[in-house]
Nanobody, 125 residues
Framework: QVQLVESGGGLEQAGGSLSLSCVASGRAFGSYVMAWFRQAPGKEREFVAGISNGGVRTSYADSVKDRSIVSRNNFKNTMYLQMSSLKPDDSAVYYC??????????????????WGQGTQVTVSS
């Protein structure tokens, strides 16, 4: 079992950038496929970016793919998300998710068993 804690959210200006971190407790962080999701008020939780166990394969939502980088450091049990050119539509609670399997990230929230508590990101225009 793994516990996930996100950090790095806050109030940002449109056009600015953000950097989020997700620290996992427990062992064998490299055995987990990891992903970032976000959920805005009144909307469904949506996939933002994901990364395979070793960090070689990444996936992005179309809405962020040209301005985001997801990465991980398995020695530090940490996953990161960097996003630039922020828009007000990026405002949401950002969640870190993990699933213990070997493979590529899945876009569906139901594919992940472990979730962090979320960190709020608000982008002002």
């Amino acid at each position: 079992q793994v516990q996930l804690v996100e950090s790095g959210g806050g109030l940002e200006q449109a056009g600015g950038s953000l950097s989020l971190s997700c620290v996992a407790s427990g062992r064998a962080f490299g055995s987990y496929v990891m992903a970032w999701f976000r959920q805005a008020p009144g909307k469904e939780r949506e996939f933002v970016a994901g990364i395979s166990n070793g960090g070689v394969r990444t996936s992005y939502a179309d809405s962020v793919k040209d301005r985001s980088i997801v990465s991980r450091n398995n020695f530090k049990n940490t996953m990161y998300l960097q996003m630039s050119s922020l828009k007000p539509d990026d405002s949401a609670v950002y969640y870190c998710a993990a699933e213990r399997r070997i493979g590529t990230p899945n876009f569906e929230p139901s594919s992940y068993s472990y979730w962090g508590q979320g960190t709020q990101v608000t982008v002002s225009s």
